[in-house]
């Protein structure tokens, strides 16, 4: 029978806190579990399986970690070619290039 998350009853057990663990020691189950249980408790669905739809919120952890917290790479710009040879100065970031100085990030 599928019952929300607050009429299921349902709670992490010793068990699927070590799996959890052990199979993505990078992501903060303590954490995940906050995020998870006010995700499903504001959505009010239903699922057939909260163990198995926790497994997949862990599983799917550092790429939601990766959007929100704004972790992905900062493009380098390499130094053009000059004279055919490229100056072997250090690559230059985006964001600390001197056009992108002062400027506010929206």
Same mark, same amino acid.
């Given at each position: 029978? #599928?019952?929300?998350? +607050?009429?299921?009853?349902w709670?992490? @057990?010793?068990?699927?806190?070590?799996?959890?663990r052990?199979?993505?020691?990078?992501?903060?189950?303590?954490?995940? *579990?906050?995020?998870? +249980?006010?995700?499903w !408790?504001?959505?009010?669905k239903?699922m057939?399986?909260?163990? =198995? +739809?926790?497994?997949?919120?862990? %599983? #799917?952890?550092p790429?939601?970690?990766?959007?929100? %917290?704004?972790?992905?790479?900062v493009?380098a $710009?390499?130094?053009?070619?000059v004279g055919?040879? %490229?100056? @072997? =100065?250090?690559? $230059? *970031?985006?964001?600390?290039?001197?056009?992108?100085?002062? $400027?506010k !990030?929206?």
């Amino acid at each position: 029978m #599928r019952k929300n998350i +607050t009429d299921s009853g349902w709670k992490l @057990t010793d068990e699927l806190r070590a799996w959890a663990r052990f199979r993505h020691p990078g992501v903060n189950v303590d954490e995940q *579990l906050e995020i998870f +249980t006010d995700y499903w !408790k504001g959505c009010g669905k239903p699922m057939a399986d909260w163990d =198995a +739809t926790f497994r997949n919120w862990i %599983r #799917r952890a550092p790429e939601f970690d990766r959007r929100n %917290r704004n972790a992905r790479p900062v493009a380098a $710009v390499e130094m053009p070619y000059v004279g055919g040879v %490229r100056p @072997t =100065a250090a690559p $230059v *970031l985006i964001r600390d290039h001197p056009l992108f100085k002062g $400027v506010k !990030k929206s």
